[in-house]
């Protein structure tokens, strides 16, 4: 018999039990569900609701399951529908009679609800812990390269010179950003649902704020129907874990990218990489591209929930299960690949030589050119049609601006002089650009210790 069978006449079919059941994968949050039934026990023996022994038997017989669990000790069973229903069910066989009194006073709605707050806040934490992990070696490596010339690009075609530091810190502001999100889906998850029953809260007199003083919360939910129906803050999660992803995505790419003999900006280390069947030449880039992959895994976790969430009535409806299965994908697959991305990226060798090579063509100095003439007075636009011209003269005779002579130059507009090849240069393109957010090197340092400022030390 079921523990909610009394109205029924009949056993579930068992085609209803296997539709059903949710243990194959609630029971991750047996860690949750238990921690949360203490803090109700509890509260339940100090505001006399249930006698104070009982709770203390409750408390203890719920400890010890805590423990058997973790050490892998537990075999959940898939007749008891869900993690809270295994949880009551084992603990009543180990106490008796007190462990039917656990489940006064709440209902399995916001029960769940309370184990999911719960267990969003935990996620939410520990992605920032990742993310602080991947800044640092973002961070670090950047600090090391504040001098190391590379093209930047618009398009996908060469625009203007930068530095490898200048283009890490750019994913920097990017992954400091996701860590913000994280922060705030914590903050959505991190009120306590428990006391809102199945929809309409109860007439037993619960200490609302005991129990989240219990389980660490600073608040709890305003009501009652909202508090058992409310999925936003697992949105909340999902959203900024498809934005971190999209991060991941987008520097696992430029990663694939550099590490082509076209580029060969960056070597993959050996192992970080992978070979093929058939061609023994080949190593391949296949850690950043299952990343890119993954990432609309994550996209699906989200669009799920969403749509899941789209058109329900309050309060509570069965659909709502589905909540977890995405959401544990959702984390899963983050967690795994902030972890390897992080890994992956501390043994990558940037080639400074090739990233110098590859600034020292298409024409990148083109618009300090122009900047150039500028400054002597020309208008922009003349400037601008000038370097074109300029650009268009180099391209007939395979050459670059800085290879024409002085006479070639003076031959497109009388204001050049001689001290133009400095003034395009690419150390100069790099270092006069030191207004905040450039690519100067005093400047991307200053950005440097801003963000170090934001993470967290690196734990050992």
């Known amino acids: 018999m079921k523990l909610w069978g009394g109205r029924f006449s009949k056993a579930t079919d068992g085609l209803v039990d296997d539709f059903n059941s949710s243990i194959s994968f609630d029971q991750r949050l047996y860690e949750q569900d238990i921690r949360g039934s203490i803090a109700h026990a509890t509260m339940l023996g100090e505001q006399g609701?249930?006698?104070?022994?009982?709770?203390?038997?409750?408390?203890?017989?719920?400890?010890?399951?805590?423990?058997?669990?973790?050490?892998?000790?537990?075999?959940?069973?898939?007749?008891?529908?869900?993690?809270?229903?295994?949880?009551?069910?084992?603990?009543?066989?180990?106490?008796?009679?007190?462990?039917?009194?656990?489940?006064?006073?709440?209902?399995?709605?916001?029960?769940?609800?309370?184990?999911?707050?719960?267990?969003?806040?935990?996620?939410?934490?520990?992605?920032?812990?990742?993310?602080?992990?991947?800044?640092?070696?973002?961070?670090?490596?950047?600090?090391?390269?504040?001098?190391?010339?590379?093209?930047?690009?618009?398009?996908?075609?060469?625009?203007?010179?930068?530095?490898?530091?200048?283009?890490?810190?750019?994913?920097?502001?990017?992954?400091?950003?996701?860590?913000?999100?994280?922060?705030?889906?914590?903050?959505?998850?991190?009120?306590?649902?428990?006391?809102?029953?199945?929809?309409?809260?109860?007439?037993?007199?619960?200490?609302?704020?005991?129990?989240?003083?219990?389980?660490?919360?600073?608040?709890?939910?305003?009501?009652?129907?909202?508090?058992?129906s409310d999925r936003d803050y697992l949105l909340d999660y999902l959203h900024a874990a498809s934005l971190c992803m999209m991060h991941l995505s987008r520097f696992s790419e430029e990663l694939i990218l550099w590490s082509t003999s076209e580029f060969r900006f960056v070597t993959m280390d050996d192992a970080f990489s992978t070979g093929s069947s058939i061609m023994p030449q080949k190593k391949n880039p296949d850690v950043a591209e299952l990343i890119r992959g993954k990432t609309g895994r994550v996209y699906g976790d989200l669009m799920g929930l969403l749509t899941v969430m789209k058109g329900l009535p309050l309060a509570y409806n069965k659909d709502m299960q589905e909540d977890k299965e995405g959401f544990f994908d959702a984390r899963d697959t983050l967690v795994k690949c902030l972890t390897v991305f992080t890994a992956m990226l501390r043994t990558l060798t940037f080639r400074s030589d090739e990233m110098a090579r590859g600034a020292g063509g298409g024409f990148a100095n083109a618009t300090d050119c122009a900047d150039y003439l500028v400054g002597r007075g020309v208008p922009f636009r003349d400037a601008h049609r000038v370097v074109g011209q300029l650009v268009a003269y180099c391209l007939d005779r395979d050459k670059d601006l800085m290879s024409l002579s002085l006479e070639e130059l003076k031959g497109f507009h009388p204001a050049f002089e001689q001290d133009v090849y400095e003034a395009i240069s690419l150390k100069a393109c790099v270092e006069r650009r030191s207004i905040p957010g450039g690519p100067a090197p005093e400047t991307v340092l200053a950005a440097i210790r801003q963000a170090r400022a934001l993470v967290n030390p690196p734990r050992a």
């Open 49 to 228: 609701i249930i006698p104070k022994e009982d709770a203390e038997k409750i408390v203890a017989g719920l400890q010890g399951i805590l423990e058997d669990a973790r050490a892998g000790r537990i075999r959940w069973m898939t007749d008891a529908e869900d993690i809270h229903m295994n949880v009551e069910t084992i603990l009543t066989e180990r106490i008796g009679k007190a462990g039917k009194r656990l489940h006064t006073g709440r209902s399995r709605n916001d029960q769940v609800a309370l184990d999911m707050h719960m267990y969003a806040r935990d996620c939410a934490v520990e992605a920032q812990a990742l993310l602080d992990d991947l800044l640092t070696v973002l961070l670090d490596t950047a600090e090391k390269h504040l001098h190391t010339v590379m093209p930047g690009y618009t398009h996908m075609q060469k625009a203007q010179p930068i530095t490898l530091a200048h283009h890490l810190m750019a994913y920097v502001q990017m992954f400091l950003r996701d860590r913000k999100r994280f922060g705030q889906a914590q903050e959505a998850a991190n009120v306590m649902p428990l006391g809102s029953g199945a929809l309409a809260a109860t007439t037993y007199p619960l200490n609302r704020e005991r129990v989240a003083e219990l389980l660490d919360f600073p608040a709890i939910t305003a009501n009652s129907m909202d508090g058992v």
